[in-house]
């Protein structure tokens, strides 16, 4: 449920005016509603129903603390990318046995930590990625579960910058490879070889591919266990997309594990996910106030107090943001480009974009930036990153304050 809805000329999340948090917290600002998070982490867990699942939320998408305690509170597991979001992660409560560590440049201090805190298994993506493993395993005498993350080389049919499933990307181990990584794995005593990944892509909005991904992995299975694998897991990435643009549809999550539910039924595997987008990305809006109107040549500006550090999605991915003026200002009127305070062209939010009247104070709303907006923000021109807000139902609170000045400098020295 879309939890951003006008309440007499007012857009609220849940029972909150935006109006009243702009004015209380400043903006720019990022907001997100605690119910739609939860849901969308249900909608998962409820649809996989009686086959063994976890649903380990990619936190890469949004890390604020509260939103991981939300999750691990509903029980959800978690797919983290580095030490910072294991340390996080345990921090905001996370179970470690619910926890699998994906990405293609593990440290070996990040490897280390991961085994001292007892996570469920390592996503491994190469080689020598499974013999420094192995070592860090032995030294601390224990065991590593392992999943091998294979490259199906499937087209994802996304932005090529967040497609990672075909054999130019740097992810994963060829599938006509991974056979004799297995065996040759055998090797190590102290990985045990229980599982097999993949993960082909983020903001897919057809579930074909990543069906097609998932037959492609259930194959290697067998194989792999008719050669004496003992393959317990599969876990098959995230990557399903959330619509962004008025013509687009959020595909189903339900939809999509009920299909993978059919394909993994009977074959005694416990299934994982990795959602990372879609459990967050319509949650959260960034709240911006605008600051002035301008004309240079044929072209009208609308320039705001947010920018390219504190969602640089536009400018990265060309990546649409639906906008929606906080007080409901009728049709309409005006094209054109919102743009942040940031010296750079590339600064903008949005282009030639149909908009009602706005006038300076007006606050906006640039939606679906729950997910990859927060966490990508930088705090680039000097700029301190945004405050953080979670609603649920009538009550909000500031989760993550609005770096001070201080904090920019912190750990500098003016030598
Ligand atoms: N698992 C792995 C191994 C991943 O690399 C990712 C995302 C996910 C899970 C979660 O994928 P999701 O369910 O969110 O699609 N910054 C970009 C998105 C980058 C995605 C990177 N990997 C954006 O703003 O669109």
Not at 91 to 100: F, L, Q, T, W, Y
Request: aromatic share 6%; hydrophobic share 45%; net charge negative.
């Amino acid at each position: 449920m879309n939890p951003f809805i006008y309440k007499e000329h007012a857009l609220h999340c849940e029972n909150v005016a935006l109006a009243e948090i702009a004015a209380r917290v400043g903006t720019p600002c990022y907001v997100y509603s605690a119910s739609t998070i939860v849901e969308n982490y249900h909608a998962y867990d409820e649809a996989f129903g009686d086959i063994p699942h976890m649903v380990c939320y990619a936190m890469k998408a949004n890390s604020n603390l509260a939103v991981l305690r939300l999750l691990a509170k509903a029980g959800a597991g978690f797919d983290i990318v580095s030490g910072g979001e294991l340390f996080r992660v345990l921090k905001a409560g996370g179970d470690p046995s619910k926890i699998v560590f994906s990405g293609v440049g593990k440290t070996a201090p990040e490897i280390d930590e991961a085994l001292a805190a007892g996570i469920f298994s390592f996503n491994c993506e190469s080689e020598p990625e499974l013999a420094l493993i192995d070592a860090l395993a032995h030294r601390r005498g224990v065991k590593a579960r392992i999943a091998v993350r294979v490259n199906p080389d499937v087209d994802a049919d996304t932005h090529h910058y967040i497609s990672t499933g075909s054999l130019e990307h740097k992810f994963g181990i060829a599938l006509a490879e991974a056979e004799k990584v297995y065996e040759r794995a055998r090797q190590h005593a102290n990985l045990v070889l229980e599982g097999v990944s993949c993960h082909i892509g983020s903001k897919l909005m057809d579930s074909a591919p990543l069906l097609e991904a998932a037959d492609l992995v259930l194959a290697l299975i067998e194989r792999l266990r008719a050669k004496g694998f003992d393959i317990q897991h599969v876990d098959l990435g995230g990557g399903l997309g959330v619509a962004y643009e008025p013509e687009e549809v959020t595909p189903a999550i339900r939809d999509y594990v009920r299909q993978l539910h059919a394909k993994v039924q009977g074959r005694s595997l416990r299934v994982m996910v990795e959602p990372g987008r879609s459990i967050v990305a319509a949650s959260g809006v960034l709240l911006a106030k605008t600051l002035y109107r301008k004309k240079t040549g044929g072209k009208e500006f609308v320039i705001v107090d947010a920018a390219m550090n504190d969602l640089i999605r536009p400018a990265l991915y060309s990546a649409y943001h639906e906008i929606l003026p906080v007080r409901a200002r009728g049709a309409a009127t005006l094209r054109a480009d919102v743009v942040g305070p940031v010296c750079e062209t590339g600064d903008f939010i949005a282009r030639d974009r149909d908009l009602p009247e706005l006038l300076p104070g007006d606050v906006l709303a640039v939606c679906t930036a729950g997910a990859y907006g927060f966490v990508q923000s930088s705090t680039y021109n000097a700029r301190r990153r945004a405050a953080e807000v979670l609603v649920e139902g009538s009550e909000w609170r500031v989760v993550r304050t609005r770096e001070t000045y201080d904090d920019l400098i912190r750990g500098e020295e003016a030598l």
